[in-house]
């Protein structure tokens, strides 16, 4: 979002035309769903689509730059209404210290280093407490480095109108001419209460079996859940998705032959790379004593092209 360095932004954000591989045909249907019932899904535009198995991977909604518009005709000018609001700006004031608000402010710090980025965080370390403290303390201390402000055990909101000033819950006045929300996102799954009201928790997550199968009321075994939205003690993190769709496939192929379902989900790994840039970042692999690995490292893995080669290859598009 703050640079077309290196052409990642096109490479990103590709047509879906080649999800299916030649000789297994798909469809690929356009909308917003707006109500389920069994064995049917009601569009916004009036269309139904009806179905035999469900898989609901309806993902999270967030606000600030991430709030893409849906059309995909408009993200040119979103991406280039927060490019230029970044360009503007002298004291930017990011809210939320997780991955979001740490990449965002990093990247901040490396393409515009003389301005006052600050980052602030309701907690007592940066990250949450899925991450091990030494690993967040070395966050800090080199996000500090960057020279980002870093105020922790605190919060504010997004002022409304013009400001050139904000003030924190504990009365900390910063001045800021931007200020940018990347706090958690809300999970896409209201319109599921009509549906099943029980599968829905109250932070909006769908509560799954260890298969991933939603349990429904009606007693249906016919609706599963993937990525974001299931109700899992796990970070939400896109490279857990193909450990979900490595047990709801054989699940769903064993159900449709009436047969017992052959895998269950046993989390994924909560190891995590935060880059600062395409030269510099920290990366934490949860594996032996814990391992942490530098600049040279993190930025040969993600920090130079953010993983933009991945998502080509799903969408076919390398």
């Known amino acids: ?34 109500r389920v019932e069994d064995g049917v899904v009601h569009l916004e ?15 999270t909604s967030y606000s600030g730059p991430l709030a893409f518009p849906k059309n995909v005709e408009d993200k040119d000018k979103w991406i280039a209404d927060w490019r230029e609001k970044f360009r503007r ?36 370390q940066l990250m949450n407490a899925a991450y091990p403290d030494k690993f967040r303390s070395r966050v800090l201390q080199k996000w500090k480095d960057l020279g980002v402000n870093v105020v922790l055990g605190d919060r504010a909101t997004v002022p409304q109108g013009e400001y050139t000033s904000i003030t924190t819950d504990k009365g900390r006045t910063i001045k800021t001419d931007l200020v940018v929300p990347t706090w958690g996102g809300q999970r896409n799954t209201e319109f599921l209460k009509s549906f099943d009201s029980t599968i829905i928790t109250a932070q909006g997550n769908i509560r799954v079996l260890p298969t991933l199968r939603v349990p429904l009321t009606s007693g249906k075994t016919n609706v599963y859940a993937v990525g974001d939205v299931i109700d899992w003690a796990e970070q939400k993190q896109v490279a857990k998705v193909p450990g979900h769709v490595a047990v709801i496939v054989p699940n769903i192929l064993a159900a449709i032959k009436n047969q017992q379902p052959p895998k269950v989900y046993k989390g994924g ?15 934490y692999l949860p594996f032996l004593w814990g391992i942490i690995l530098g600049d040279w490292l993190s930025s040969m893995i993600k920090s130079k092209t953010l993983f933009v080669s991945m998502a080509q290859k799903t969408t076919r598009y390398t």
Do not use: C, M, W
């Open 89 to 124: 700006a002298n004291d930017i004031v990011i809210l939320g210290g997780g991955a979001v608000g740490i990449e965002l402010s990093g990247e901040l710090k490396h393409y515009y280093p003389n301005k006052n980025v600050t980052l602030i965080h309701n907690d007592g």
């Open 269 to 283: 790994i909560e190891g995590i790379l935060l880059p600062a840039g395409p030269n510099r970042g920290i990366t």
């Open 45 to 59: 535009d009036g269309r139904q689509l009806s179905y035999d198995y469900l898989v609901l991977s309806t993902g």
């Open 1 to 34: 979002l703050i640079t077309d360095d290196g052409g990642l932004t096109e490479k990103a954000i590709n047509p879906l035309d080649r999800v299916f591989e030649a000789g297994h045909p798909g469809e690929i249907v356009i909308g917003n769903a707006t």
